[in-house]
């Protein structure tokens, strides 16, 4: 029923938890079948200019397909800048994971939702300039 890639990523998922102080956070459910994804983001400008994630937290309640996807977006979307992460979408976290059942395909769109919500979030909040160590000293002087 499931693939070899979606069993590994149930049983050893990827990236779980929480990122204390956290960018972005995107939580997004499903009421008909209970699937709950929340996902947690930090931000940092790379050297070219572009936001990056750098690093990515998943919490998910829910069911195997659940879990295996949650697990996989972090996987797809660390290091990516935040224009390619959205890009993301529920098709090609279903393809990395070498398939899911249809009646599955859902898990895959709530995994893609809670990554565009999460840095939604972080855009709404008003992109906080990451700022390097040497500047905090100074400010706090």
Known sequence: MYSKEVMEHFQHPHNMGEIKNPDGVGTVGNPQCGDVMKI??????????????????VQT????????????????AMGKTLDEAL???NKQIAEALKGLPPIKMHCSVLAADALHSAIEDYRKKGARRIQPKESKAKARR
Do not use: H, N, Q
């Open 40 to 57: 947690f983001i930090k931000v940092e400008k790379g050297k070219d200019g572009k936001e990056r994630l750098k690093d990515i937290k």
């Open 61 to 76: 309640y829910g069911c195997v397909a659940a879990l295996a996807t949650s697990s996989m977006i972090t996987d797809l």
């Open 87 to 89: 890009k993301i979408s």
